[in-house]
């Protein structure tokens, strides 16, 4: 594809938007402050939340990273370019704003063959957040940024729907040990197994100043007020309003009160849950419904990440 709109858009202190494997991206150059602010403004992000750097390959990292510990070799070695970033102490250079004012940075190598091609015609990386407005639904096609985010039509590579749909799991090193700082496509599980030793998990944390935004408890959230349960039809039994979407794992529910249902892997098949999730609550919120019910997923594998989203999503939980 010719990218050299989005390569001239760049040069020139703009923004764009970019495909990868987890969601879509709002980026600019990391030479330019200028477009790095342009993303705060258009997220409406305070500029205390730092962004994500985007590399073209794994061995860069040690050009924006002043040590990198021997777990990241390890694990860029078999997720590379992947759904995995690394919080690490950052090199001198790095502008303050993709930072967050943080001493360190984080670093990505993005499974996208047009975001890929497009940081190599740039000559430099990339810093990206997600594509969506602050707090707001991650999106997963170019068209779901546009409907977000009118004013960014012009800037947005079309690199169709991402492949996993749920963002790159964030890992980062305090006194060397490893801790995981979101949850995200690559699991816990998988991590630990590549470096043999345990990973601490650090996101539930509901400080007012997290470390990662990621980890602030409201976060991810439809328009529409959304509960999660074990229980779909008992909840929908207990409401009283008469216009509601449900999210489903696997099941079709039926009740006479549902006006839209998005049923995320009828096979139960975690990945492709993951993979429809945030699609499908975008389009039970243009359902317009009163609620939205949600269901639990599995505590397994990446149903942990999705049910972290889930959570961190609804304004209020229902055990049930
Ligand atoms: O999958 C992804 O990671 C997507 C795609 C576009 O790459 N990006 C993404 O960016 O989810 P964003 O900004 O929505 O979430 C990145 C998270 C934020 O919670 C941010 O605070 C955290 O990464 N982060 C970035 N730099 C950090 C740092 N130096 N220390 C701690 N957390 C950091
Ligand atoms: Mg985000």
């Known amino acids: 594809m010719d990218l050299s709109l989005y390569i001239r858009l760049l040069k020139n202190d703009d923004v764009v938007v970019i495909p990868t494997e987890t969601v879509y991206g709002l980026a600019a150059s990391i030479t330019s402050d200028k477009a790095l602010r342009k993303i705060f403004d258009i997220k409406q992000r305070p500029l205390t939340n730092p962004l994500i750097v985007h590399l073209a390959n794994p061995a860069d990292i040690a050009l924006y990273a002043s040590s990198v510990p021997p777990e ?114 690559i699991t816990r599980e998988e991590i630990e197994r590549v470096i043999g030793k345990p990973v601490r998990y650090v996101g539930n944390a509901k400080s007012e100043f997290p470390v990662a935004p990621g980890m602030q408890l409201r976060h991810y959230a439809p328009q529409t007020p959304m509960l999660v349960t074990n229980d779909v039809w008992n909840t929908l039994e207990r409401l009283s309003t008469t216009r509601v979407a449900v999210l489903s794992f696997r099941e079709t529910i039926n009740h006479p009160a549902i006006i839209a249902r998005e049923i995320l892997s009828i096979g139960g098949d975690l990945q492709e849950a993951a993979h429809h999730l945030y699609d499908a609550l975008h389009r039970l919120d243009q359902a317009k419904p009163d609620v939205i019910i949600a269901e639990w997923m599995p505590e397994e594998g990446i149903g942990l990440a999705i049910n972290d989203k889930l959570r961190r999503g609804a304004e209020s939980v229902l055990l049930s």
Not at 79 to 90: D, I, K, R, T
Not at 137 to 151: D, G
């Open 72 to 185: 990241v070799n390890l694990l860029a070695e078999k997720f590379c370019p992947g759904p995995l970033s690394f919080v690490l102490p950052a090199m001198d250079g790095i502008s303050p704003l993709i930072r967050g004012g943080h001493s360190t940075v984080a670093l990505r190598i993005p499974n996208h063959p047009l975001t890929l091609q497009l940081i190599k015609e740039l000559g430099n990386p990339i810093a990206a957040p997600s594509a969506n407005r602050y707090m707001g639904l991650s999106a997963t096609s170019a068209a779901m940024v546009e409907l977000a985010m009118p004013e960014l039509r012009g800037h947005i590579i079309d690199g169709g729907r991402c492949s996993a749909g749920l963002e790159s799991t964030i890992l980062g090193f305090e006194g060397g040990e490893p801790i995981l700082y979101r949850m995200g496509c």
